[in-house]
């Protein structure tokens, strides 16, 4: 069964407009220096696994109560049994919603066609020259990541595009080639960077972009997609 590491019983902003909870799937094939969940990326193993029957026992209880669950991690869709833990809250009558980095649009696709969630979040990390400074392994990424985009932009589902704005990593030009690739999209978010317990710790000496350089990012945004908002990471 999926490895599930972490749970927040009570995650308001995960769930954008719903009572939720979070759940934290151990392992990501991404690198992000910036990252605040090192423990899941590098050490998923080290971590112990909440057991099923423990989650399953905490939803019931909150039957009627739960609007929806979040699953994040790491990369949820890494695990192969992903769909199944989907399925399993689905059967509670219970909304889903996937965090992605999109590097698994096959997984997605699976998903989404077999209507297992109901919301989608994809974080797109700088435009697709870059990626290379954040996958250790970036062959075909950027096919992957352009996917991911696509059936997203093609689906009824609830989905939205975020990027968290890390100086050097995110310019304005790249956010201008982001708000391209995802146009159309209905909502992109931008997320300061924060600069404490990061996975390279050299990153916590890096200064914020200001407020008004994200306003300025926004309103280059703005020209593509239907709505975008600024918010904390």
Not at 18 to 27: C, E, Q, R, V, Y
Not at 100 to 116: A, D, F, I, K, V
Request: aromatic letters at 8%.
């Amino acid at each position: 069964m999926v490895a599930i590491k972490g749970i927040e019983k009570f995650a308001p902003r995960d769930f954008p407009g719903l009572i939720s909870a979070t759940l934290f799937i151990g392992g990501c094939n991404f690198r992000c220096p910036y990252c605040h969940n090192a423990d899941l990326v590098l050490k998923p193993h080290h971590l112990p696994d909440f057991p099923l029957d423990y989650l399953l026992s905490f939803l019931d209880e909150r039957k009627g109560w739960l609007d929806g669950v979040c699953i994040t991690g790491g990369e949820p869709l890494l695990d192969e049994n992903i769909a199944t833990l989907c399925s399993l809250l689905k059967e509670r009558d219970l909304l889903v919603k996937i965090d992605t980095n999109g590097s698994r649009p096959r997984q997605l696709q699976e998903l989404l066609e077999e209507n297992l969630v109901d919301a989608v979040a994809m974080d797109v990390k700088t435009s697709l020259s870059k990626y290379r400074l954040l996958v250790p392994n970036s062959n075909h990424i950027e096919s992957a990541i352009k996917e991911s985009i696509e059936l997203l932009l093609g689906t009824e589902k609830k989905v939205f595009f975020r990027t968290t704005v890390v100086p050097v990593l995110v310019e304005k030009e790249d956010i201008k080639e982001i708000s391209q690739l995802i146009q159309g999209a209905p909502l992109y978010v931008l997320q300061q960077f924060q600069p404490h317990n990061t996975l390279d710790k050299s990153y916590e000496k890096i200064q914020p972009y200001s407020q008004s350089v994200l306003e300025e990012m926004a309103k280059m945004a703005a020209e593509y997609v239907g709505e975008v908002k600024i918010e904390e990471e």
